[in-house]
Structures are given as C-alpha cells and as structure tokens.
C-alpha cells in the first residue's frame, strides 16, 4: 500500500489533492475520447489514427501524472480511476498504432 511507506513523509496537502483529480478526470475524458474514436473510426476520417495516437499518449501522461502526485503527495491515495485510464491508454496506443502502421504501409506501396 502506498500509505504504508515509511522512506517519505506522506502529506496531504488539497494542492496535492487537487492536481491527482485533475490529472485523473483528464486522463479520463482522453481516454473516454479515445476509445471512443477506436470503437468508431469513421468519425474522424481525416488524420484519425495520429489523433488516437495522441490521445493514447496524453492518457497515460495524465494517468501517470496522477499517480505519482497521488502516491507522493496524497495520505491513503486510492488511485484506482488513474489506472483504469493507464489501461485504456496502453489500449489505444495498441489499436492506434496498428490504423497508423497500416495507413504509413499503404502509403508506401
């Protein structure tokens, strides 16, 4: 458990607080809009898989982001939502990369 540390001085400070909950809710609306354009790609025709790309990306730095701040600054930090974005993040850097792989063969023949 992250509050069973003894190596830090765990402070719960709500600058802490509030940064982990901003992190959290961002690298969860990224990760709601990415799944969201890898379940249906057509809404996005143009340039589709490099902005899944980014929004891959942007989830797991937010979620990450959380996490750390959370374990660091945060006393019995739960950070179960961040994680759960972490995960969708990883899933659509997977699916994303694989529409960008095919869109970069197809381009070269």
């Known amino acids: ?3 069973d540390r003894t190596d830090r001085p765990s402070r719960s400070d ?3 607080r ?3 909950r901003l992190s959290t809710w961002f690298a969860l609306v990224a990760a709601a809009l990415g799944v ?6 057509y809404l996005l025709p143009v340039g589709g898989p490099w902005v899944q790309l980014a929004l891959g990306a942007m989830t797991l730095f ?3 982001r959380a996490r750390a701040i959370g374990m660091r600054g945060v ?3 739960d950070g179960r939502l961040s ?3 972490a995960l969708a993040g990883f899933g659509i850097l997977f699916f994303a990369g694989n529409a960008a792989f095919k869109v970069l063969m197809s381009l070269a023949g």
């Open 1 to 3: 458990m992250p509050s």
């Open 83 to 85: 994680l759960l974005a």
């Open 62 to 64: 937010f979620a990450f």
């Open 14 to 16: 709500s600058e802490a």
């Open 36 to 41: 969201v354009l890898v379940i249906w790609p």
């Open 75 to 77: 006393k019995d930090y």
């Open 18 to 20: 509030h940064a982990t």
